[in-house]
């Protein structure tokens, strides 16, 4: 397959999207009795933040995944959840503006293109193609990616995947045990039962610290879904995988033309609003 700079944007034709998630009715009645909760505490109809808080509220996948990752315990759900609208109130996650992040993705150290097997956006990460200091704005840039995978998962789905390539990693460019117990914080507390699968590639021995390093901070779900150099032909088809992983899809980052393809996509408006 001939080199391209065309992001894919939807699965493979006849993908059929997994796990398709049904409820009993008892589980179904505790949905409802978690969504009248978080409904109550709905900012007001005057702040500027109301409109984007009900509509994460009303997205379909919501509320029931904060019921499976609470393990359908209500009093833990309703904590998780009240926890999560604190958090989106102070961070805005959906009104990121790109030109906030855009330095942050100059190198392709982050790349959303491609789908699995059941249909989940793949989202790239390349640690040895750091370009920033640590900052604020890294933790932003990796939320403003989660949001675009969101926006890219076709109908049904409600999870993603991260690969993560060690290959050209140094200690230098690696980052922080600190940094990522922040993101792992995000990932398992605010995007709960978001994550499907974690797949670790090329990790170097001098690394392995690293990951006892950030060990505590995993908890037993995320855990499960890790795994170290799987056969990623098991998981994502040929024509979704980049030739970097053995795949077809030879992607060519230019950066300009990556960032318009997503952000034209995703309809993200200057400001971070939607077109």
């Known amino acids: 397959m001939p080199s391209t700079t065309v992001v894919l944007t939807a699965p493979e034709p006849g993908t059929v999207i997994r796990p398709i998630h049904t409820y009993s009715e008892e589980q179904t009645a505790q949905i409802e009795a978690l969504r009248e909760y978080a409904h109550s505490l709905l900012l007001p109809a005057s702040d500027s933040y109301h409109e984007w808080e009900l509509r994460w509220l009303q997205k379909p996948d919501t509320i029931p995944r904060y019921m499976r990752a609470a393990k359908w315990k209500m009093h833990d759900a309703e904590k998780r959840i009240k926890s999560s609208l604190e958090w989106r109130r102070e961070y805005k996650p959906e009104l990121i503006p790109p030109d906030e992040v855009k330095i942050e993705c100059e190198t392709g150290k982050i790349l959303l293109t491609g789908f699995d097997k059941d249909g989940r956006p793949i989202i790239y ?3 040895g193609r750091e370009n920033t200091k640590t900052s604020p ?15 890219m998962m076709p109908q049904g789905q409600e999870s993603l995947v991260i690969i993560v390539d060690y290959k050209t990693t140094t200690l230098r460019t690696n980052p922080s045990i600190s940094v990522a117990s922040k993101v792992l914080t995000i990932l398992q507390q605010h995007y709960v039962e978001t994550l499907g699968r974690a797949i670790v590639t090329n990790l170097p021995l001098l690394l392995n610290f690293f990951y006892k390093g950030i060990s505590p901070f995993l908890d037993p779900v995320t ?11 098991e998981l994502v ?8 992983f053995g795949g077809d899809y030879e992607f060519e980052f230019e950066f300009e033309t990556y960032w318009k393809q997503i952000v034209d996509h995703c309809g993200i408006a200057p400001d971070g609003t939607r077109l």
């Open 125 to 127: 990460m390349r640690p």
């Open 137 to 151: 704005r890294q933790l932003r840039h990796l939320v403003w990616w989660l949001e675009r995978a969101k926006d």
């Open 237 to 244: 088809p040929r024509s979704q995988l980049d030739t970097d």
């Open 223 to 233: 855990r499960d879904k890790m795994h170290f150099n799987p056969d990623l032909f």
